[in-house]
Structure formats: structure tokens, C-alpha cells
């Protein structure tokens, strides 16, 4: 029941082409027509996505502040100590006031710009209005099809939207501090629940071995005892700026890709979760921006709304209308 | 192109006959069933969504120890006094583990309990996994049908779970405090856009009038100053253990009612961004739900997830394909 493809016009196989090479300046303005929801590359990430699949992508979300950026910074020098190529993509969910961390972070890791084998590229919701882990999906469709071996999904925050966005990885760091609020955020925010590994940033800081405790009883609360083979989220203690914890890291995060070698059917499954939560974004967000489209779709669109608002209708009769592709 | 809503049965038709008179025992059996995510009730709930929408819905929203249950409980006296029935909503979207804090919100508004006039129902995410949103709309429909004049929905937080969930209402009351992550963590979430009035409560607490400021500018700058009509959000300070400012709260509350029925085309317009946003989360919850379905719809979503995770297809083909039943 595969979906046939659109078919992609001359000038979309040569943007194909041209990202599939790894052309650095053509893959970003792809990012910035995607950021910008210009409707008319998907067919270009379509061919992209259905080509992909091969780079080992890594979500990383915590609080403002964990010291996220810094351990990209390092990660990235050992990934390219071992040849690896890598891209980051740094999400920002927040509002337009929070801007300047973006950038702060973005400075910071400069150093690995003149590197051919790393390609940086933040990504702000800025006038996104919702949409942005779509527009991150789309993004990592590029990336992937530059051939990169790693890429750094960052993203700032512990909440839903976080959430949304580290999905698209089959890796997930959770970065925390010992500050006081952390844990009760995470816990709030159901974040324990999507990692696969935990970095205990600032290490150095006072009550971190209770935060690591507090962290472990967290983690272990969510394992299932009686499940041998269920992976048990490692908990690492880093210091960033001085690269403490970060070699222990990295073997925390090859142990979690070899977890997936080893254990194929889990992985399906995580795939299957994941391919679920995609396409649950971007039904949502196919519905926000029916009305933007015009044309005899958002006119029936604009027909289903009024008849709830004048309750003609209701809610879970619309529902399953809508979803008659499914029944 | 109303459609047309599933039979009820015998059964179905005494239970919102018993919705309608108000019969108390089986408005909360109803919402239990509600909560435990039992379908049955679905046919109920859509017949009374179709002959209801008489409650003033005011969504009730803020950080954790903002004091928004006392301020609940001087609201609740207040709307009683003038003989106006109440239902209170209180929804916790947060973990297992803060379920302490809701049910001590409920003993302290237990004095209420021997009031006919006062209906108080808590509901948790214990379990749900998602789709509290959906949980609270058909609660909402139950609490509207009973008739109830006001009805105030009060969840913990400030996430996109709690911005989903007061989208219910047609009021949506913030509550900060001068405590110093609340506007940073309101700003973030991108909760200052959806609120309607603004309670500053422990405005006793240092730097209320600061934070009164900041709020100003935060709600200013989301203003279009062109637009005569528009409303401006009021921020109130409260001391609700005290009742300090709670009558000028209510007048808020009271005055923004007052602007939706002299700017129908306004109050149309928010009906029906409201509309899309149930419908939306009610797509989500159907497909995050289809393959606990079983049957032919559950088998084809299956096989629509092995295909993007195959490559087969892609995930903008998919949703367009789910999205049929709008094209």
C-alpha cells in the first residue's frame, strides 16, 4: 500500500542531487525554505526521506542553561576524532525573546566551521505558530541525505514541544543539573520517559549525587523488572567545560546503537512509535494550515468548523470524518 | 454538510435526559467513564454537544503554588452570592507523582460540597498517556449540559498540555505570581498569547509591581494598537487567601463575557479557532489510538507505519492520504 511519490520536476532531482553530493550551500538554503514552510520543496524532502535513513541521529533536549551547547561542542570533537561526519540541528521552541541563547550557542560552536565534516544550523519557531517539529523533520530528511554519519538533534527545553521534536531520534539525552527545579520539570514534563541516556551536567556542583539518585529511582520507576532485555537508560556524570564524563558519555551513547543492532525488534517498534508521532505532527499541522491553502479543501474545512461552532455538528463526528482515509 | 449523529439507544437517551436534569450521581459516573477512556459513552457525549453551549467556560491556568485553587474557592462564593450555579473542572496534566497536590485542592474546596449549586470534579492524567485534552472537552459537555451557568476549568501549569486544554474555554484566566521563573517559564510556553485576564496573586509578595510591569509590556506587545476593538487584557492583583481583589477579578472576568457579546464576529471567530483546536487534538488522539482499535482501520494504519519505516512511502504522503477525507 506504499504511497506513490509526486513526481519531482527537473529541478527538484538536481536539488536532490545536489543535497545527496553533500552541496553545503544548496542543503542550507533547502533548511531556510523549509523553516520558512515553503510548501514546495516537499516533494524534494519526500524523495529525500524515501532515500534516507542512515544517519544515527541524536536528540538532545534540558533546561536553558544545563550546559547542552558545551557538550555538543565536545561530542562533536570526538565524533570527528574517530572521522565521523556530523551535523547539528538546534531547535529552538521558545518565543522571539529568547533568541540571543540560540545565538550565544551557535558562536560558541564556531570553532568546528572551517571543519568540512561538521554542518551547524539552528532553527528558531520564530512566526512558526506551531509546525516546528514538522519543519525539524524536514531538516533532518536533509541532513540525512548529506550522508552525515551523526546528527546532534539539540533542543532547548522540557516541554511538550521538546518532547515533539527529540521523537524524530532514536537516541535521546536528557541533560540535567543539579539545580533544584530540574527533576521536577523533567518529571512534570514527562521527559524521564523519552530518554535513552542522561548526562548529569555540572557534576561538580553541590547535591549532585542526590540529583543522580533522584534521577536513577526516576528512571528505574519507568523500567519493567521482569524485561531482561529493556534497555536501562545509563545515567553519566559530566563537567562539560573541562570535558569531564564526556568519553563515558560517548560510549553511553555507542552502547545505545548497539542496544538497537542487537535488539532489531525493539527497534522496529521505536521506529513504529516514532513514524506514528510524525505523522500525528503533521496531520495536526496539515489541519492548522488547511485555511491558509484556499481552494475547495479549506472551503469544506471552514464548513466542518462552522457546523461545530453552531453545533450542527460535533467534535468526534468531525474527527471521524476527517480520518475517513483511514476506514 | 452537518453530519449526521450516531443513534442513541434507550440506555443512551435516559443517561442525557439524567445529564440534563442535573442528576448529580450520574453526571460523575459519566465522567469517570470518561476518564477511563471508555467509547461507550461517545454517542452520550455527542448528543450532548449538540444541545449544549450555554456555560460560561472559564479556563483557569498557571504555575504550580500560584494559588489558583483559593482563588477557585473565593471565585466560587463569589458566583454563588449572586446565585449562579457552578461546576469546577480541575484537570492535572502532570505526572503520577504530583497527584497530591490536586487532591489537597479538592479537600480545601470541600466546604462547597454541601451546596447543590457547586459541582467540583477533579481529573487526572494517571494513566492516559495523552488525550486529557479530549477527556476534558467531553467533561465539559457534561458540565454544560447540567446546566451550570459558570463553569471554571482549572489545570496546573504552563505547558502546551495546559494551553491545549483552557483552548476549551472561551475565558482563559492566568495566574502568576511575582515569584521570579513565572513570566520567564509564561513567556516560554507562549501562554501570555492565550490568556484573556491576568491575576498577579500574592501581590503582597516583593516585586508584584515589577511583575504587574513586565506582564503589561508581555500583553501590550501582543496587542494590535490599530484595532480599537480589540481586547485588552486586564491583570488583576489578587491576595486570595485575604479576597483581596477578588471583586475586581470577577469584574474582569465578567467585563470580557461582556466584550464577546458586544463583538460577535470576534467572539465568532474565537468559536471557531477553538473548534479546530478540539478537532485537531481529536484526530491526534484517534490516530495515537487507532491500533488499539483492531479491525480493518487499525490493520491499515499498521501497515501505513511499516511503510514509512520501510521507506516505502514518506510522511507527507501518508498524511495527505489520512487527510482524504478533506480533499
Known amino acids: 500500500m ?11 532531482r538536481d536539488w536532490v542531487t545536489a543535497v545527496r553530493r553533500g552541496d553545503v550551500r544548496r542543503c542550507a538554503r533547502l533548511i531556510t525554505r523549509i523553516e520558512a514552510r515553503d510548501e514546495t520543496v516537499t ?8 532515500q534516507g535513513g542512515r544517519s544515527a541521529v541524536i536528540g538532545i533536549t534540558g533546561p536553558p542553561g544545563a550546559g547542552k551547547s558545551t557538550l555538543v ?5 570526538r565524533y570527528r576524532a574517530r572521522s565521523q561526519s556530523v551535523a547539528v540541528l538546534a531547535v529552538d521552541p521558545a518565543s522571539p525573546f529568547s533568541g540571543g541563547a540560540i545565538l550565544g550557542d551557535r558562536v560558541r560552536m564556531a570553532r568546528h566551521n572551517a571543519d568540512d565534516g561538521v554542518f551547524i544550523r539552528s532553527m528558531s519557531a520564530r512566526g512558526m505558530l506551531g509546525g516546528l517539529a514538522r519543519a525539524a523533520g524536514d531538516a533532518l530528511c536533509v541532513l540525512d541525505a548529506m550522508g552525515k554519519d551523526v546528527i546532534l538533534l539539540e533542543t532547548v527545553g522540557v516541554g511538550q514541544s521538546e518532547i515533539d521534536i527529540v521523537r524524530h531520534a532514536l537516541t535521546v539525552l536528557i541533560v540535567q543539573t543539579p539545580a533544584g527545579g530540574d527533576a521536577v520539570q523533567a518529571v512534570k514534563a514527562g521527559i524521564l520517559e523519552v530518554g535513552d541516556v542522561f548526562a548529569l551536567n555540572k557534576a561538580d556542583a553541590p547535591g549532585a549525587d542526590r540529583a543522580v539518585a533522584a534521577l536513577r529511582e526516576a ?5 519493567d523488572p521482569h524485561d531482561a532485555n529493556a534497555w536501562r537508560p545509563p545515567i553519566v556524570q559530566t563537567q562539560a567545560p573541562d570535558g569531564i564524563g564526556v568519553d563515558a558519555l560517548l560510549e553511553a551513547l555507542d552502547g545505545h546503537l548497539a542496544h538497537w543492532r542487537t535488539h532489531p525488534e525493539a527497534l522496529r517498534r521505536r521506529r513504529l512509535s516514532q ?6 505532527d503533521l496531520v495536526r499541522d496539515g489541519l492548522h494550515r ?3 491553502r484556499g481552494g475547495e479543501s479549506a ?3 471552514a464548513g466542518m468548523l462552522d457546523d461545530l461552532v453552531d453545533r450542527r455538528s460535533d467534535p468526534h463526528a468531525a474527527a471521524a470524518r476527517i480520518l475517513t482515509g483511514l476506514t
Open 2 to 12: 506504499a504511497v506513490s511519490q509526486p513526481d519531482l520536476d527537473a529541478q527538484g
Open 43 to 50: 516533494p524534494i524532502v519526500q524523495a529525500l526521506y524515501r
Open 73 to 77: 561542542d565536545k561530542l562533536i570533537a
Open 219 to 223: 528512571v528505574e520507576f519507568r523500567n
Open 275 to 280: 513514524a506514528r508521532s510524525v505523522l500525528t
Open 290 to 292: 488547511r485555511h491558509e
Open 299 to 301: 472551503a469544506r474545512f
